[in-house]
């Protein structure tokens, strides 16, 4: 507080010469004021602070009492002081040309500037007061003469009011409000009742700061940027509205010049409200200093002053108490009111009417809290009451049956179990007699144990479901109900050597059987006898996959070996007609081209160049070997369209051409894929519309080809799919998996399989759709194979019913390997299988 | 848009608070906590996600729900706790001033907790406070037999908290036997398990359950933390006691029952209580303020129904006689003088008032609990009196027990109860002409059990006892066809024994005396060479013409009767063994097949049920089955050890 408050006095005193000074220069303009003003406020700070070390009140003026105790005589002037304002205001009232009257609202102008009254703002008031009255003291109308009007009596209150106020309270940074409020106003003549008297009250004015800019700022244009008046020839207006003219700026070698010659240049700064350079003041300079220096900028300000000891001290004891009423008598003297009370009960105690320390009546140990009314309410819903102890078993009885006794093995199991895990926490026992049996040893240690289980275990509700295990299997039609369906092995078809029979495939007629093994050999059995009837050995290494074409009036076989695809016919089986549609549909593209090698009749397709289509000699062609197609890498699998024209095949290790499309009247080859989504595993065609199946590791894409477009993705949920088969009306999928799983799609309903069976013990290597009835079958190399019904509704609404038929036992398994393929006889209830012992059975109903 | 879900705002994670929490929110101590919660009957919950519940962190946590926690906060007993506390404080600062009255003062003003609210809280009705006594009385009696004399270091139990359960059970058993209460007992390797049946709110009948050690010091483990202990016991103990008197007021006695002394010191257990009827002073005040009213109400009723009110004047009077003899002694003590033994032995129950107990007992209570009423038993000394005076006392019968009678010297005794061996002679000496039934224990067990006198056969001195079966075991369980043929198997092994002599007589050729094994397989090989009537009547043994026509045959054959009955046994045998065995096979065959096959259809949820409970059942099957397994190989072995 202490710089504010001196500058705030230095602005007061400052002010108050001006004013003086304009009294004297009388009609001077107020710009021109302003500037004297400016002009003697050095003069005025240097009387500051000679009246401030004079008086030491800027110093003191903190602490209004050490003010109060130290200028006596100033308390001598607290009359005059209110006077003197009433002085001010009379003569206000009384003076009517218009200089005074500016004067005097100057005057007020800078009174109310000062802010944050305190007390060495009243102590300069006081000086002012009293320089004022020094000047002005010839004016007539002067307060004296009022205050000679006052009757005594108001000369009385008045003081009285100024002795009853406190010196501290009157000095206060509010003295002026305190006194408002105590009634103390100025006393001024009534204009209204004659010679009467009112009592007016000083305005409060609001403090604003005490910034120069409030106070002697000549440019009223505010704070806004100045270059807006660059094109101007004034720079702002004056407080009547007059132009401020831009003062005469030299060009920048007249700065420059005034600059070198100035001694005192730099110790100026510029004032961009007025345009011109202004002298900075030593005072201000020192505050820059100061500032540099990082010191309080007040040079007066001491941070080190010496405490000073007001009420502590020598010379300092008060001797007075605060308060100087006397003491009361009540704290002296004992309560009649309480000995009253006290001897009521004093006597009350001597009649026996009141008995000290008396047991109070507490509450009977026992009372009745139950009623017949009482309702059972639960605290909340998941109120859990302790379980009960189980009621003893007949194994606790001391003198059990003989059988429930342990004998030496369990005995050792059940010391050696933990206490946790033993079914009973005791040892049972037989004991002839009942005064024979001892006490129980962990009686104590079992209760405990309760007691622990009583407040630290956690309760949870447990549902214990009572029902049949039974009825959890699902309702469904007796195996006999759906007869017929393949039951026991009829015939078995034995391969030599027991080489493994990879595949398997029935003639459309039912007649025969063809089976490709190991060991290089396509062999055609007779499918009622079991007879080997045709062979052919393709030298190709083993039969990787073989196919009938399911054309009925062709007898068309397609085998799988290394490198090479042989389309072949038994032809001397089959009926002469058959055997020349064959015949025909194979070799016209031969005819057409007349060479021995085709290259597909799709040249624009790139990647078909190497497949070449190739005659078998002469000798060959007589046994039925029609025509080699040479493909990439290893054919695995071999799926035939519906018309028996088409077929597809798949070679894994053939990177982009591993799925491959023939057309056998052509002797043309396509590869429908640029890109193969991921390793295919099997592929099948749509048993009516264009459309293509391609299983990979774990999806199965169902992709239009007509339009060249994927129809959908299914998703398998299986690790990684062994094979694939089709409803033949086309809206259901079965795919079975390495990882024991058989799969079934339901194309109109979801993406993701109807249901997931797992009853294989080991990994699937085969599933198959019956052609005509309602069964499937699904083989594995636990060496069983499964066959179940199922029952497709028209109704879109029902879903499919599976039933599991049977197990089928009889192939072994040999070197982990189990039963490989699986074919249906069309037509009947009958079922092909190949396994890896060299067998071909045929199972029938 | 819907409401932005802040995590930890709601569901488990609001919840479930951790123990830690809950004290940091009650401001209490661990092991205050601990009491309240033993008190309140709070316990920790197990969230369905313990994550969840504990705001992501797994560390392991013990949960009690929030409301539960939350409503901990106004419990007046937090209150007390917290009184007590300052108390402590205070005591402790005077005592170590050495201000001896200021501790006296503050010693008198101790706060008391009072657990009276707690037990009307926890057990809105009386129904729900019997269904929760089980583990009360069990804890009662187990504290009723802790030695006295505190171990250093083991036990603190104050000896009167001690005295305070001996008296809560005593008062519990003198309730039972006044009340004909006892349903069951049993005998078991830990002690003695008792039933009442207790009628609770409406007079519905709630089964109560106990467990009393024998009598024997009981063995202090060190790892047993007390406090927890006489936590609950405290608890128990105001709960046993509001039961009590609920109990005794209804059956119109006070409560608590005055003690006689002298016979507490002479070592009486139930039978030093005695039992007072109430005065029931607001009644007889009413009926006198009313009387006039009655008796006009009395007028009025008479014309039409005369006996009413002559009734009502009856019990008029006898309120007033009850007012002059109120301390009535409802049990009856045959004391050492002999015309007061006369007096028992002439009138059964001495006094009016009892008389009238148990009559109103009667009504309520069917004759069948009034099992001993007929007789008087004699306890050897060796026998607890503690158990068999109150088991007989509620079974209706009359007890002399070795402390009043050194020697059974009572011409009412019917029974003696004895648990030592003793020959015939000294037992023919002690009856001195009078004929008495010399029973162990087990026998009172037994018929109380089966609700029945069942014949002492089996049950004398010396003699080794029938099995001591739990009556809580399965219904089926005292029924089990072989358990009751172990009552017959007596009657048929002595048979059996005779058949065999005879055997042994008349084939005294050693073709048949062949070693135990040989017979075995004999046996299956024979199964064949039985004549065709013997197997026809094997097959349907029922069938009484079959059973005639093969012993026809036998005759014609030259069989013995004792040896056709023999090989019909074994026929018999031989197919009931072929024909399970051939449906075993065949069920699980042709089933085990068809099941396979439907289960594949199964969704995995339901498999794994069903292989679950599978697992249970095939437990379950396998326990029997080893039992019974165990049994039969007990029984050839004693077959066996009889013939030899």
């Known amino acids: 507080m202490a710089p504010r408050n001196a500058t705030a006095s230095s602005s007061r005193a400052a002010s108050s010469s001006v004013s003086r000074l304009a009294k004297t220069n009388g009609n001077a303009g107020p710009s021109t004021l302003k500037n004297k003003k400016r002009a003697v406020q050095e003069v005025s700070e240097d009387e500051d602070e000679e009246f401030g070390s004079a008086g030491s009140g800027i110093d003191m003026s903190e602490d209004e009492d050490g003010e109060e105790g130290e200028d006596d005589e100033e308390e001598e002037a607290f009359p005059e002081f209110d006077s003197e304002i009433e002085d001010g205001d009379a003569e206000e009232e009384d003076g009517d040309d218009e200089t005074g009257l500016d004067e005097e609202e100057l005057d007020d102008e800078e009174s109310g500037s000062e802010s944050g009254y305190n007390s060495s703002d009243i102590e300069a008031m006081y000086a002012e007061g009293d320089e004022d009255e020094e000047e002005e003291y010839s004016p007539i109308t002067s307060p004296s003469s009022s205050h000679k009007d006052l009757s005594t009596d108001e000369k009385l209150s008045k003081l009285i009011a100024k002795n009853s106020i406190k010196p501290d309270e009157s000095l206060g940074t509010d003295a002026k409000i305190s006194r408002a409020k105590e009634g103390v106003g100025r006393l001024v003549p009534s204009k209204l009742v004659e010679g009467g008297y009112k009592r007016e009250y000083e305005d409060y004015e609001a403090g604003y700061g005490s910034e120069s800019s409030t106070e002697d700022n000549p440019n009223t244009v505010g704070n806004i940027p100045m270059e807006w008046y660059d094109d101007m020839p004034h720079i702002g207006y004056d407080v009547n509205g007059r132009k401020i003219f831009r003062p005469a700026q030299g060009d920048e070698l007249d700065k420059f010049l005034s600059n070198t010659e100035d001694p005192a240049a730099w110790t100026s700064a510029e004032d961009k409200l007025l345009q011109q350079s202004v002298q900075l003041s030593d005072k201000e300079l020192d505050i820059i200093r100061r500032l540099e220096r990082a010191e309080n900028p007040d040079a007066d300000y001491d941070p080190y002053q010496p405490t000073i000891e007001w009420f502590t001290g020598e010379g300092n004891e008060r001797v007075m108490p605060l308060s100087a009423a006397p003491e009361p008598k009540r704290r002296f003297v004992p309560s009649k009111w309480e000995h009253k009370k006290i001897m009521k009960i004093v006597k009350a105690i001597r009649e026996g009417r009141i008995i000290p320390n008396k047991p109070s009546a507490a509450k009977p140990t026992v009372y009745s809290i139950w009623s017949e009314s009482d309702q059972a309410n639960l605290s909340h819903a998941m109120y859990m009451p302790a379980p009960q102890l189980p009621p003893p078993k007949t194994i606790e009885s001391y003198n059990p049956p003989e059988e429930y006794l342990l004998n030496e093995e369990e005995q050792k199991q059940w010391e050696e179990a933990d206490k946790e895990d033993r079914k009973t926490d005791f040892l049972p026992a037989k004991y002839d007699s009942l005064r024979l049996v001892p006490g129980y040893k962990n009686l104590v240690q079992e209760r405990f144990e309760r007691c622990l289980d009583l407040y630290l275990a956690p309760r949870t509700r447990k549902v214990k479901l009572n029902i049949d295990p039974e009825s959890l299997i699902p309702k469904l039609p007796a195996p006999k109900e759906l007869k017929p369906f393949p039951i026991s092995t009829s015939v078995v078809y034995r391969h030599p050597e027991s080489s493994r029979v990879r595949s398997v495939s029935t003639s459309p007629d039912g007649l025969w059987v063809a089976t490709g093994s190991e060991d290089g050999i396509v062999r055609v059995w007779d499918l009622g006898n079991g007879r080997e009837v045709w062979k052919w050995n393709l030298k190709g290494g083993a039969i990787q996959h073989l196919s009938f074409s399911p054309y009925k009036d062709e007898c068309l076989l397609i085998a799988l070996v290394s490198g090479k695809i042989a389309v072949l016919s038994p032809l001397a089986l089959v009926a002469p007609a058959i055997a020349a549609n064959t015949l025909t549909h194979v070799n016209t593209a031969f005819a057409t081209s007349a060479a021995t090698t085709k290259i597909g009749a799709g040249k624009e397709i790139k990647g078909v160049e190497s497949i070449k289509w190739v005659r078998p000699s002469e000798s060959e062609r007589e046994r039925g070997v029609l025509v080699y197609v040479e493909v990439p890498g290893t054919p695995k699998q071999v799926s035939w369209h519906r018309k028996g024209d088409y077929f597809a095949t798949v070679a894994s290790d053939a990177s982009n051409k591993s799925v491959l499309i023939h057309q056998l009247s052509k002797h043309s080859t396509q590869s429908p894929f640029k890109k193969l989504p991921g390793q295919v595993q099997k592929v099948i065609f749509h048993p009516s519309k264009p459309h293509f199946f391609v299983a990979t590791q774990r999806y199965i894409r169902q992709y239009d080809l007509a339009t060249q477009t994927l129809v959908r993705t299914l998703q398998s949920g299986v690790k990684w799919i062994s094979s694939l088969d089709l409803h033949p009306r086309g809206d259901n999928l079965i795919i079975g998996s390495y990882d024991k799983k058989l799969a079934w799609f339901d194309l109109d309903l979801s993406n993701k399989p109807y249901k997931t069976l797992r009853y294989h013990t080991k990994a699937l290597r085969s599933v198959v759709y019956h052609p005509t009835l309602p069964l499937f079958a699904s083989a594995s190399d636990d060496g069983t194979i499964h066959i179940f019904h199922c029952t497709i509704y028209q109704d879109l609404m029902q879903n499919p019913l599976i039933v599991p038929l049977k197990i089928l036992r009889g192939h072994k398994v040999t070197d982990g390997i189990g039963v490989l393929d699986l074919s249906w006889v069309s037509g009947k209830p009958w079922l092909v299988s190949s396994g890896s012992d060299g067998e071909v059975r045929l199972w029938c109903s | ?644």
């Open chain 2, 1 to 644: 848009m819907a409401k932005i879900k802040r995590k930890g705002e709601s569901g488990a994670a609001k919840n479930y608070v951790t123990r830690n929490q809950a004290l940091k929110k009650l401001q209490i101590s661990l092991s205050d906590f601990r009491r309240l919660c033993i008190l309140k009957g709070i316990y920790p919950r197990e969230p369905l996600n313990k994550k969840r519940a504990n705001k992501g962190s797994s560390a392991p946590a013990t949960f009690y729900y929030h409301k539960d926690i939350q409503y901990l906060l106004h419990e007046p007993l937090l209150v007390k706790f917290r009184e007590h506390k300052a108390f402590a404080k205070k005591l402790a600062r005077a005592l170590g001033r050495g201000e001896w009255a200021l501790a006296k003062n503050l010693e008198e003003a101790k706060p008391v907790a009072r657990l009276d609210h707690l037990v009307k809280e926890r057990y809105p009705t009386f129904t729900l406070a019997l269904q929760d006594l089980q583990d009360p009385l069990n804890l009662v009696h187990l504290f009723s037999t802790l030695p006295t004399n505190p171990i250093p270091g083991k036990t603190l139990v104050p000896s009167s908290v001690i005295a305070e359960c001996s008296r809560l059970i005593s008062e519990w058993k003198v309730w039972a036997i006044r009340t004909n209460s006892l349903r069951k007992l049993f005998l078991g390797v830990k002690g003695i398990y008792y039933e009442c049946e207790v009628p609770g709110q409406g007079g519905e009948l709630v089964k109560v359950r106990w467990l009393e050690g024998y009598e024997f010091q009981q063995h202090v483990p060190t790892d047993v933390d007390f406090r927890i202990l006489l936590t609950f016991l405290d608890l128990y103990r105001t709960l046993i006691s509001f039961t009590l008197f609920k109990l005794y007021t209804e059956e119109n006695l006070v409560y608590p029952p005055p003690l006689d002394v002298e016979l507490d010191e002479r070592g009486e257990s139930v039978g030093a209580f005695r039992l007072v009827e109430k005065k029931d002073n607001q009644g007889v005040e009413s009926s006198k303020v009313s009387k006039k009213a009655v008796r006009k109400a009395i007028k009025g009723i008479k014309a039409s129904t005369g006996g009413d009110a002559d009734v009502e004047m009856d019990e008029d009077d006898n309120a007033e006689e009850e007012t002059n003899e109120n301390d009535e002694e409802f049990v009856e003590r045959p004391t050492k003088s002999g015309e007061e033994v006369e007096d028992v032995a002439t009138a059964p129950l001495t006094t009016y008032n009892s008389l009238l107990a148990t009559t109103s007992n009667a009504a309520s209570t069917s004759k069948q609990n009034l099992l001993f009423s007929p007789y008087t038993f004699y306890l050897s000394r060796e026998t607890s009196s503690r158990t068999w005076e109150f088991v007989i006392r509620a079974m209706g019968g009359k007890i002399i027990t070795s402390l009043s009678s050194p020697q059974p010297s009572d011409d009412s005794i019917t029974h003696v109860i004895i648990d030592r061996p003793i020959t015939v002679e000294r037992m023919r000496e002690m009856e001195n002409g009078r004929k008495w039934t010399w029973i162990q224990p087990q026998w009172v067990a037994d018929c109380v059990n089966r609700q029945k006198i069942i014949s002492s056969e089996g049950y004398h001195p010396g003699q080794l006892l029938p099995p001591h079966l739990s009556p809580w075991d399965g219904e089926g369980e005292l029924d089990r066809p072989w358990l009751e043929d172990a009552q017959n198997a007596a009657i048929t092994a002595a048979q059996e024994e005779a058949d065999q002599e005879e055997d042994v007589i008349e084939q005294d050729a050693p073709a048949e005396e062949e070693s135990d094994e040989d017979e075995e397989i004999a046996e299956k090989e024979e199964a064949g060479k039985y004549p065709p009537a013997l197997l026809a009547s094997s097959l349907d043994p029922e069938n009484v013409s079959l059973l005639h026509a093969a012993e026809l045959e036998a005759e014609q054959n030259g069989v013995s009767h004792s040896a056709f009955r023999n090989q019909l046994k074994e026929a018999i045998k031989a197919n009931k063994k072929d024909a399970s065995t051939k449906v075993a096979s065949a069920g699980a065959g042709k089933k085990s097949g068809e099941e396979d096959l439907r289960k594949i259809m199964m969704s995995n949820k339901k498999a794994k049920l069903y292989e679950k409970m599978q697992y249970s059942n095939r437990e379950k099957a396998a326990e029997k089955e080893n039992l019974e397994r165990k049994r039969l190989a007990i029984e050839k072995r004693k077959r066996k050890e009889a013939r030899a």
